[in-house]
């Protein structure tokens, strides 16, 4: 059993994605069971092999007010900061911080502490750059010589992988650990792993935990289409005739801190943090084992580092991309930790789609509210569960979860897999 000194409580949460800029319009989506991927707009369809995504209908001004900022940020920068922004309101641990002694606040700002996950940058970018080389009918002596007249200050400001960390750190006054984690789809639940490790090892008091990420764009739909991973059709988590995953994009954040300390100011607790795991299949960068194999262990090492059984979880949130190997495997790992006794069983992609490094802290957010509700959401894009694991307690009906505990699971390239385990 592995002793800790403090409950790490979650005060606040903010999410931004095309279902909604709140965890209430999001809910709303996904209890209707209407999807909101549909046509995207951002550029012509016409001629591309796939042709939806979920896109978030926010302007820039909407998300981030200080328009010469847009200079300087880019627009998943900007989704982070949202997120952020709205669990650290919803926490109110600004409010208390500016209502301290003064000579308290320093103190109280050098416990806070902000960790932010992504999936490690888009190809966007690179757009810059194709009106120069298309000038210069792609002579490369040409391009080099040009192109200092096209390098500015701002476009490094707007790459850096840190901006979010950066940004809402300074706004908030968030002096104390701090991290930036490029993980590929991993990075935003895994800011929420290392928040809680922060906490629980004494390193700080109080941690921000974003999640974001924006790889929707032309040349990343292409190349997950070459991969055969995206579908021109909606999500559909372990239907029989799911065809793979279909873009997001968007941000989540939640505020964890001492229970104690959430207690003594009078916070509203949305839930717990009870434990995590995270394992490699070490098989390949895109490649997945077809046991379920990492799956498996990540789960395992979750519910023991939860100091808890796999009877004590009362709903489960899966990565559920609608790829068929995915789905599959980790149908099977499920299946075997779980047996007979598996909760009810959901996935959230059919409704905002894959959100690549957000999609795991997404789904956090999201699963905290469905068990304030007391309600496991069907899958709305569910029609006939594939035969192969036909015992999976998925369902196009909401279901309620058998306790206050929850399992959420996040997989990512390079064979990542990590698991969480929160409570009401």
């Known amino acids: 059993m592995i002793e800790r000194k403090d409950n790490i409580v979650v005060t606040g949460s903010g999410i931004v994605c095309g279902a909604g800029a709140s965890v209430d319009s999001v809910w709303s989506t996904i209890e209707s069971g ?51 922004e709205r669990a650290i309101e919803q926490s109110g641990m600004v409010q208390y911080r500016d209502e301290l002694p003064e000579d308290e606040q320093p103190g109280y700002n050098d416990r806070s502490g902000i960790i932010v996950g992504s999936g490690g940058g888009d190809l966007r970018s690179n757009y810059d750059y194709l009106p120069l080389m298309q000038e210069v009918d792609r002579d490369l002596p040409a391009f080099g010589q040009n192109l200092n007249g096209m390098v500015t200050p701002m476009w490094l400001l707007r790459n850096l992988p840190n901006n979010v960390l950066c940004h809402v750190g300074i706004r908030a006054q968030l002096k104390g650990t701090n991290a930036c984690i490029t993980n590929q789809i991993a990075g935003g639940i895994l800011s929420i792993s290392e928040a809680a490790e922060a906490i629980w090892y004494g390193e700080a008091d109080r941690v921000v935990a974003i999640g974001h990420d924006c790889l929707f764009e032309p040349e990343s739909v292409f190349f997950y289409h070459k991969l055969g991973l995206v579908s021109d059709d909606t999500p559909r988590p372990f239907d029989q005739s799911r065809s793979g995953m279909v873009f997001g994009e968007g941000a989540g954040a ?71 190997a995915s789905d599959r495997t980790e149908a099977l790992a499920l299946q075997r930790v779980f047996g007979d006794s598996m ?67 996040s997989r990512g390239f390079g064979g990542m897999n990590v698991a969480l385990v929160v409570k009401a």
């Open 254 to 324: 939640v505020v964890l801190e001492k229970a104690a300390d959430a207690e003594a100011r009078g916070a509203e607790v949305l839930g717990q943090i009870l434990g995590h795991g995270c394992v490699t299949e070490a098989t390949g960068i895109t490649e997945i084992g077809d046991s379920g194999d990492g799956v498996e262990r990540a789960v395992r090492q979750a519910l023991e580092n939860a100091n808890i059984t796999p009877d004590q979880i009362g709903m489960i949130c899966t990565h559920g991309n609608g790829t068929p």
């Open 343 to 409: 909760p009810p069983t959901t996935s959230m992609k059919w409704a905002y789609g894959h959100l690549i490094g957000a999609a795991g802290i997404a789904d956090v957010v999201m699963t905290l509210e469905a068990l304030r509700r007391k309600v496991v959401p069907g899958i709305g894009t569910l029609s006939q569960i594939d035969p192969d694991f036909a015992s999976l307690p998925v369902s196009s009906e909401h279901q309620q979860p058998h306790s206050d505990t929850a399992l959420i699971i």
């Open 34 to 84: 209407q999807t909101a991927v549909a046509d995207y707009e951002q550029w012509d369809p016409e001629n591309w092999p796939v042709k939806k995504a979920c896109e978030v209908k926010e302007s820039n001004r909407d998300l981030v007010p200080e328009r010469k900022l847009h200079k300087s940020i880019s627009r998943t920068d900007m989704y982070g900061i949202y997120a952020g």
